[in-house]
């Protein structure tokens, strides 16, 4: 139930994400969801055992509001800077790139929150790690041209 806030929102921001980055070049929707990611992040740090689960669904909001907002324009830029008859093959490296990314991610935080004991210690832990990784990623983001990506044919 905690991540319906999250999933609910996720079409209306891969458009405004979109058009984020017809107006302003990829990189603009790319580090703001990093920065976005990494404040979420940094929100979720105040949840203690007493912590109301609607206060922690509203908290997690800009994680997973972040995550929207990248996609479309990451994926858009790759298959941008690919010739047409290389778009599959982009796309394939880009979702398997990504599977990866979270298939390590559970296995360096699964461990920090499978204790009961340590699942508190564990998530402020995970979300310290999460914050750096986004605030890199947002910095190498930062260094993409500004230009605009070519329309899409309908």
Do not use: C, Y
């Not at 298959?79 to 790139?97: E, K, W």
């Amino acid at each position: 139930m905690l991540f319906i806030p999250v999933t609910a929102l996720v079409a209306v921001v891969n458009l405004a994400s979109a058009k984020l980055a017809a107006r302003f070049g990829p990189r603009v929707p790319m580090v703001a969801e990093q920065l976005v990611g990494a404040a979420g992040s940094l929100a979720l740090l105040t949840v203690s055992p007493h912590t109301h689960v609607g206060t922690v669904a509203a908290l997690m909001v800009p994680v997973g509001l972040g995550g929207a907002l990248a996609a479309p324009a990451l994926t858009a830029l790759l298959l941008d800077t690919v010739p047409a008859d290389r778009a599959g093959t982009a796309s394939a490296v880009l979702n398997t790139a990504r599977q990866v990314g979270g298939a390590i991610a559970v296995a360096v935080f699964g461990p920090l929150l499978a204790g009961a004991d340590t699942f508190l210690s564990g998530m402020r832990w995970s979300m310290l790690l999460a914050v750096a990784g986004l605030l890199l990623t947002a910095g190498a983001a930062a260094t993409l041209p500004r230009a605009e990506l070519r329309p899409t044919e309908p």
